[in-house]
């Protein structure tokens, strides 16, 4: 069992950028692939950005490469989302999520956590 809590959203004007973090408890964080999915109104729930859990694999969405990084520590127990040049379509709740496995992608149904995410608003 691991625990996910979010933190770091919030309102940002478009070109801003903000950095999300998600803290693990519970079972050995470094065993952990990591993810970082999106739900905005009106839409299902979105891959943004994935790392397995030596940092040496990452994958993104099309819609937010090159401008958002995905990264971990697991000295801390965290992984984070730095997304740069924002704009409102990245309006959504961001969720992090953890599967037990070196290295997960882009499926929703591989990953076997889920925290309860943190509200990003960009305004234009």
């Known amino acids: 069992q691991v625990q996910l809590v979010e933190s770091g959203g919030g309102l940002v004007q478009a070109g801003g950028s903000l950095r999300l973090s998600c803290a693990a408890s519970g079972r050995t964080f470094s065993s952990y692939a990591m993810g970082w999915f999106r739900h905005a109104p009106g839409k299902e729930r979105e891959f943004v950005a994935a790392i397995s859990w030596s940092s040496y694999n990452t994958d993104y969405a099309d819609s937010v490469k090159g401008r958002f990084t995905i990264s971990r520590d697991n000295a801390k127990n965290t992984v984070y989302l730095q997304m740069n040049s924002l704009n409102p379509e990245d309006t959504a709740v961001y969720y992090c999520?953890?599967?037990?496995?070196?290295?997960?992608?882009?499926?929703?149904?591989?990953?076997?956590?889920w925290g309860q995410g943190t509200q990003v608003t960009v305004s234009s």
């Open positions: 999520a953890a599967a037990l496995t070196y290295y997960s992608g882009s499926s929703i149904a591989d990953y076997d956590y």
